[in-house]
C-alpha cells in the first residue's frame, strides 16, 4: 500500500473517531443538563392537567396610576409600565 494512500486512511478515520467523540460529549452535556435542570411544565397526556392558583401573598395591582392618576386596564399586574404616562409600577 503507498505510503501517502495509508496517510489519507489514517486522517479519514481520525476524522471519524474525532466527529464520534464530539457527538458523545454533546449528548453528555444534554444528558447532564436534562438532570441539573428541573422539568417543569413538561406535561404528558397522562398527567392530570393543574390549575395555577393566584399566590396570595402578592398584593392586588393598584387600579390606577401612582404617577400620573389615570385608571389602569383590569388586567394590569405588578411590574407592568402605565399605558399613559409610562412609569413602571411596582409593588
Known amino acids: 500500500m503507498n505510503p501517502s494512500k ?9 476524522l471519524i473517531l474525532l466527529l464520534l467523540a464530539c457527538v458523545a ?6 444528558m447532564g443538563l436534562g438532570e ?3 422539568n417543569q411544565g413538561r406535561g404528558s397526556a397522562s398527567q392530570s392537567v393543574q ?8 398584593p392586588a395591582a393598584p ?8 385608571g389602569l386596564p383590569s388586567t ?4 407592568q ?3 399613559y404616562c409610562g412609569g413602571q409600577v411596582e409593588a
Open 6 to 14: 495509508k496517510k489519507n486512511l489514517l486522517t479519514v478515520a481520525g
Open 25 to 30: 460529549a454533546v449528548e453528555l452535556i444534554f
Open 36 to 38: 441539573a435542570i428541573p
Open 51 to 58: 390549575t395555577e392558583l393566584p399566590d396570595q401573598s402578592t
Open 63 to 70: 387600579s390606577f396610576c401612582p404617577f400620573c392618576g389615570e
Open 76 to 79: 394590569f399586574q405588578w411590574g
Open 81 to 83: 409600565f402605565c399605558p
